[in-house]
């Protein structure tokens, strides 16, 4: 609890410190003067009975209940009085506590001695040239570079009759540019032979295509991108049925040109989405003859489907 008795006080300079308790391994008569200095360097400090003439007295004396008395006294007077802890201040801290709350105290008598706060110079911030601009991004970083990998995917062919199937490949990439050769091999809806209005077997088709693709891609981490194909389509019809209509199996091989819209999208470093909508172009298929009649339901001249799949970036 503080105490402070107002009364008329000349300033003083000359101040006694008479500390008298015992704090382990701590002088405390040796600590205390030397904290009150560093915080009042204009201030006289000097220990116990040292000065007939001092002005103000600090004591600093073991409480009956266990902790500590500080007093400042004049010689006809008690100025303050503060209860301390026994406990939880090392040496040094006790001492700086006691110093702080003596400053305290003759700020508000109006002693204006304190010591100067020594200026900081902080070194200045690193400027960054406007020359450099700023830092590229990693996906800026990697669209540079030459690139390389794997990719498969799974398709639809939106064709009379409708297939579906797989394909593999390989690409590399570098800025804008895409390209790469693949292998897709695609089954169809099996089909119903008839003569005249008699059934008399069914027709299945099957298909691969071997092509290379080139293009190019815009943007960074989803990117659009507009590709042009062209390669060879090997089909092979087979036809199961009865009589002259017996299994029976046609293939015939011609190009295919084409273009497709999609999407890349970078999901890891490593992994990449893709997605393409194709359109296929053909000449009209002259290869297939089936015991001597051409079934009616062969793929059309042109073609379109989807496809969707995964890259992995190997370099």
């Known amino acids: 609890m503080l105490v402070i008795l107002l009364a008329a006080l000349t300033m003083p300079q000359l101040v006694e410190v008479d500390a008298q308790v015992q704090v382990p391994n701590c002088r405390m008569s040796v600590e205390l003067p030397a904290a009150i200095q560093k915080v009042m360097p204009t201030l006289q400090v000097v220990s116990s009975h040292a000065a007939a003439n001092r002005e103000l007295r600090i004591f600093l004396t073991t409480d009956p209940n266990g902790g ?24 040094s801290a006790l001492a700086d506590a ?7 105290f003759m700020v508000d008598l109006g002693w204006s001695g304190r010591a100067p706060i020594p200026a900081t110079e902080l070194p200045p911030l690193p400027q960054t040239p406007a020359a450099q601009g700023p830092a590229p991004t990693p996906s800026d970083t990697r669209s540079t570079k030459l690139h390389g990998g794997l990719g498969v995917n799974l398709g639809y062919a ?25 292998l897709n091999a695609a089954r169809f809806q099996e089909q119903l032979i008839y003569y005249r209005t008699s059934l008399r077997g069914t027709l299945s088709l099957a298909n691969e295509r071997l ?9 960074t981490a989803y990117r659009g991108c507009l590709r042009g194909f062209a390669g060879l389509d090997h089909w092979t019809a087979t036809a199961h049925g009865a009589g002259i209509y017996a299994a ?11 273009g497709s819209v999609g999407y890349l999208i970078e999901m890891t470093d ?36 989807f496809a969707i799949g995964v890259r992995m970036q190997l370099f």
Request: proline share 5%; glycine share 16%.
């Open 98 to 104: 006691i110093a702080l709350i003596l400053e305290r």
């Open 211 to 219: 092509f290379v693709h080139a293009g190019g891609c815009i943007g």
């Open 248 to 258: 029976t199996t046609a293939r015939s091989w011609q190009p295919v040109v084409g």
């Open 158 to 182: 939106l064709e009379t009759p409708l297939g579906g199937g797989g394909g593999i490949g390989v690409y590399t990439s570098w800025l804008a540019f895409d390209a790469g050769l693949g």
């Open 270 to 305: 490593i992994f990449l989405l893709t997605g393409d909508i194709w359109v296929a172009l053909r000449p009209q298929d002259r290869g297939f003859t089936i015991v001597g009649a051409r079934p009616a339901s062969l793929p059309n001249q042109a073609g379109t489907g």
């Open 68 to 91: 500590m008395q500080l007093r400042f006294a004049t010689a006809e007077r008690v100025l303050l009085e503060r209860r301390l802890p026994a406990a939880g201040y090392s040496c």
